[in-house]
């Protein structure tokens, strides 16, 4: 498939010079190989948020306030994740 494409390219390319042509071909071959898949998102970021279940005789307000940790907690997994897949998408498209 690559060879095709830089043949054509070669054959498109009728007024350029030989070296031209040479040079065009393999920025394109180089084009190709380097297609760079991002890696998986982490486990930890998939997880889904743990309910907050009332107990019986457990006043509202202490539910409320084991809702609001475990919403915080949520919050700075997002937070990391984001900031972790970021990071991950910025190195893979710096130059090496």
């Given at each position: 498939?690559?060879?095709?494409?830089?043949?054509?390219?070669?054959?498109?390319a009728?007024?350029?010079?030989v070296?031209?042509k040479?040079?065009?071909?393999?920025s394109?071959?180089?084009?190709?190989?380097?297609?760079?898949?991002?890696?998986?998102?982490?486990v930890?970021?998939?997880?889904?948020?743990?309910a907050?279940?009332?107990?019986?005789?457990?006043?509202?307000?202490h539910?409320?306030?084991?809702?609001?940790?475990?919403?915080?907690?949520e919050?700075?997994?997002i937070?990391?994740?984001a900031e972790?897949?970021?990071?991950?998408?910025?190195?893979?498209?710096t130059?090496?």
């Amino acid at each position: 498939m690559a060879r095709s494409l830089i043949l054509l390219c070669l054959l498109l390319a009728g007024c350029q010079s030989v070296q031209d042509k040479l040079n065009a071909a393999k920025s394109q071959e180089a084009v190709t190989k380097a297609r760079v898949s991002l890696p998986d998102w982490p486990v930890y970021c998939s997880e889904e948020m743990p309910a907050v279940i009332p107990k019986i005789g457990e006043k509202f307000r202490h539910s409320q306030a084991r809702w609001e940790v475990v919403r915080d907690n949520e919050n700075a997994r997002i937070k990391w994740c984001a900031e972790h897949y970021g990071t991950v998408k910025k190195s893979y498209e710096t130059p090496r």
